[in-house]
């Protein structure tokens, strides 16, 4: 059976009271510490915990059964540290970005005298990962490499930033610098990496199954799986309802480098081209119903089924073909697979 919610969660007040009696030994003044432990709560409890959940899920599907009691936590444990990348990646990514709201509250960065301290309080999340990994880890023979794994997962998710922001600053508007290989580029580094293939190395490495070739699998096929959830998430931002995507979405006004604005630079004629730069990225609904307007027009739309047939056909045919004699499972993938597939928020 799939992980709970409920479940994962419980597993966090332990590793909160881990953090706090690591801070203890330096005998931090209590403000501090009582500081950390709020923004470990605001920052990584809240979220749906996809990624996180994702350890433990594959974890029994590579084993086969379910896990006993110490490897759910242990699991579970490895899930709450990508948890915590989450956290420090968006308490940054808040601030760069200058949002307002974060799952239904304000970014962490405009709660009540936080302010910039918010960025020493995103280091902090990071460096937790390190030492609830040292906590539980340590012993193991596959330590070194779960640490390699985080710090090279987390500057690759870090390139994929910096490609991002000089690509499409908010208040710059310059479509020359947009490009499909551009765009493919930050989400590889930005998204898949971190969101798809990170949850389920760490699950390999967990069950003693990170050999080279099922690190391999996994990576040339959740790789591009993660690149369609970006494109599919593009997407929706433009056509979902609010109502079932839960928000308004703001590519446009924000200037993204989005799937949708290069698939539209790729087919546009010169007038629908002076149309975009006349009206893309500019923070009003008038530029952005223009802009909403001419993706129908260019029937992104359709381009977007015809796309999403073909991946998901590439992505089977990968599915397919795994080997399985090292223990890698192809239910994993397919289990990804399934829950992203035709969704709609």
């Known amino acids: 059976m799939p992980t709970t919610l409920k479940r994962f969660e419980s597993v966090f007040p332990q590793l909160i009271r881990?953090?706090?009696?690591?801070?203890?030994?330096?005998?931090?003044?209590?403000?501090?510490?009582?500081?950390?432990?709020?923004?470990?709560?605001?920052?990584?409890?809240?979220?749906?915990?996809?990624r996180g959940m994702s350890v433990v899920d594959t974890s029994a599907l590579l084993l086969k059964r379910d896990l006993t009691d110490d490897e759910y936590f242990r699991s579970a444990t490895l899930g709450w540290m990508i948890e915590l990348l989450q956290a420090f990646f968006l308490v940054s990514d808040d601030i760069m970005d200058s949002s307002k709201t974060r799952r239904g509250s304000p970014c962490w960065y405009l709660m009540p005298n936080v302010g910039m301290i918010a960025i020493n309080d995103a280091f902090m999340l990071e460096s937790a990962i390190y030492i609830l990994l040292k906590k539980y880890f340590r012993q193991d023979k596959n330590y070194v490499d779960l640490m390699e794994l985080f710090h090279e997962v987390t500057f690759q998710t870090e390139l994929g930033q910096a490609c991002d922001l000089l690509t499409a600053p908010e208040d710059h508007v310059d479509l020359d610098n947009f490009s499909l290989e551009k765009y493919t580029f930050i989400?590889?580094?930005?998204?898949?990496?971190?969101?798809?293939?990170?949850?389920?190395?760490?699950?390999?490495?967990?069950?003693?199954?990170?050999?080279?070739?099922?690190?391999?699998?996994?990576?040339?096929?959740?790789?591009?799986?993660g690149e369609y959830f970006?494109?599919?998430?593009?997407?929706?931002?433009?056509?979902?309802?609010p109502e079932t995507l839960g928000k308004i979405g703001t590519d446009i006004q924000?200037?993204?480098?989005?799937?949708?604005?290069?698939?539209?630079?790729?087919?546009?004629?010169?007038?629908?081209?002076?149309?975009?730069?006349?009206?893309?990225?500019?923070?009003?609904?008038?530029?952005?119903?223009?802009?909403?307007?001419?993706?129908?027009?260019?029937?992104?739309?359709?381009?977007?089924?015809?796309?999403?047939?073909?991946?998901?056909?590439?992505?089977?045919?990968?599915?397919?073909?795994?080997?399985?004699?090292?223990?890698?499972?192809?239910?994993?993938?397919?289990?990804?697979?399934?829950?992203?597939?035709?969704?709609?928020?």
């Open 18 to 50: 881990d953090l706090s009696d690591h801070c203890k030994q330096y005998k931090l003044p209590t403000q501090a510490l009582t500081w950390f432990e709020e923004s470990l709560q605001h920052n990584t409890v809240g979220g749906k915990c996809n």
């Open 187 to 225: 989400v590889i580094y930005k998204t898949a990496y971190y969101s798809f293939y990170l949850p389920v190395a760490l699950a390999l490495h967990f069950c003693g199954m990170a050999t080279e070739k099922n690190l391999k699998q996994a990576h040339d096929i959740l790789i591009p799986m």
């Open 230 to 241: 970006q494109v599919q998430d593009d997407y929706l931002d433009n056509y979902a309802d």
């Open 254 to 345: 924000d200037n993204k480098c989005s799937w949708l604005v290069n698939q539209a630079l790729k087919r546009a004629t010169k007038e629908q081209r002076a149309v975009l730069e006349q009206h893309y990225g500019r923070k009003n609904k008038d530029d952005e119903a223009k802009v909403k307007a001419l993706f129908n027009d260019l029937q992104l739309d359709q381009v977007y089924h015809a796309y999403e047939e073909e991946k998901v056909g590439d992505i089977r045919k990968h599915i397919a073909e795994v080997d399985e004699s090292e223990g890698l499972k192809k239910e994993v993938f397919e289990e990804f697979l399934r829950k992203i597939y035709k969704r709609s928020k």
